[in-house]
């Protein structure tokens, strides 16, 4: 009798292990004892780094196991060196998240010396802004009145450098729709352009944002000290009657194409990203985590506080539509925006 109660009693034991592997969660088992590195392709300061942050503190609730969440500064050659970091050299079992330029994922597409990496392999967990309505604008006291003035006359614009979206949106305008800008490059960033308008070293500026300009400038906007002459943009934005967008002035079918191309990726800003080869169920849990995130009334009054820009959340597969339509552009036209964009 002894024999058989130990005999059933060992069966149960057995069932009850089985039975708890069974229900056992796999990627809760991974996460429980891990730390996540979101790497930011910026320094400690500004949209990205306070992004990640914000992300950081609420997203690991959401996820199984609830591990640590921890951000990584790694700045430089306008984030391809965090981006192939995080692509190439890093762990690829779900521990790495990577945010950087809104433009990086083009950077191969446009053959951009040090972008080692196959943006439509890339794992998108989403992104959590746009940048709304690019817009080009000049001082008011600038003979410029309109955009067609600056298809008549040179007109002065600052950039940081060739491949900063400040001298990239001239040299497109220039060459597409007949403008005459004249970049003056070297300028450190946004601010210092600004403060060289100021000095009346430059009639305007190119390459920043409707919304970038209400926050950074607001002074500016309340008095008119600039005038906005185009809306960098696939929409218009009705804060903005009267001022043409961009694809007005496409002179080709050609032309409206690398339009769409250089201005649509103006709809996701601060994208969260990982490596190709993270194990199915874990990038699962990470996606869903991501969106239960941005939905939790804490991440919203936090990012809120502590964000310049407004939430605009976009999907994953959304970012992911988009970046297969853009490489799967007819090559020509790819070949000459790829022209336009890294030129020297």
């Known amino acids: 009798m002894a024999s058989a109660i130990r005999t059933i009693a060992a069966f149960c034991v057995v069932g009850c292990i089985n039975g708890t592997a069974a229900l056992a969660d796999p990627v809760e088992d991974f996460y429980k004892s891990k730390t996540i590195s979101i790497v930011v392709g910026f320094p400690t300061s500004g949209g990205y780094d306070a992004s990640a942050r914000v992300l950081a503190q609420h997203m690991r609730k959401h996820i ?60 998108w967990l989403g992104s959590i802004a746009s940048r709304g309505t690019g817009i080009a604008y000049v001082r008011a006291d600038s003979p410029t009145k309109t955009f067609a003035d600056t298809q008549k ?62 926050h950074d400038r607001p002074d500016w906007v309340k008095t008119g000290y600039v005038r906005i002459i185009m809306q960098l943009s696939l929409a218009p934005n009705p804060a903005l009657p009267g001022v043409p967008i961009v694809t007005d002035f496409a002179r080709t079918p050609a032309d409206k194409q690398i339009m769409q191309l250089v201005f649509g990726i103006h709809r996701f800003l601060r994208v969260f990203s990982l490596a190709a080869g993270v194990p199915e169920d874990r990038l ?42 853009a490489y799967a552009t007819d090559p020509a036209v790819v070949e000459r925006t790829a022209k336009l964009v890294d030129a020297e």
Not at 75 to 88: D, E, H, K
Not at 90 to 102: L, N, Q, R, S
Not at 294 to 300: Q, T, V
């Open 284 to 325: 699962a849990a990470l996606r869903a985590a991501f969106d239960k995130t941005m939905e939790d009334p804490e991440f919203l009054s936090d990012a809120k506080l502590k964000l310049a820009e407004p939430l605009e959340v976009a999907r994953w597969k959304e970012i992911e539509d988009y970046i297969r339509a």
């Open 64 to 123: 199984p196991g609830n591990p640590n969440i921890v951000v990584q500064n790694m700045p430089g050659a306008g984030s391809l060196v965090a981006a192939n970091a995080v692509y190439n050299s890093m762990p690829k079992d779900g521990t790495v998240i990577g945010i950087f330029a809104d433009s990086a994922p083009l950077a191969p597409l446009w053959k951009i010396k040090g972008a080692l990496f196959d943006a439509t392999k890339i794992n």
């Open 153 to 214: 006359r040179e007109v002065v614009v600052g950039a940081t450098g060739p491949h900063d979206s400040s001298a990239i949106y001239p040299r497109l305008l220039n060459e597409l729709t007949g403008t005459k800008f004249r970049i003056v490059q070297g300028y450190r960033g946004g601010p210092e352009v600004d403060l060289a308008i100021e000095r009346g070293e430059l009639e305007g500026r190119l390459g920043t944002s409707w919304l970038f300009l209400n």
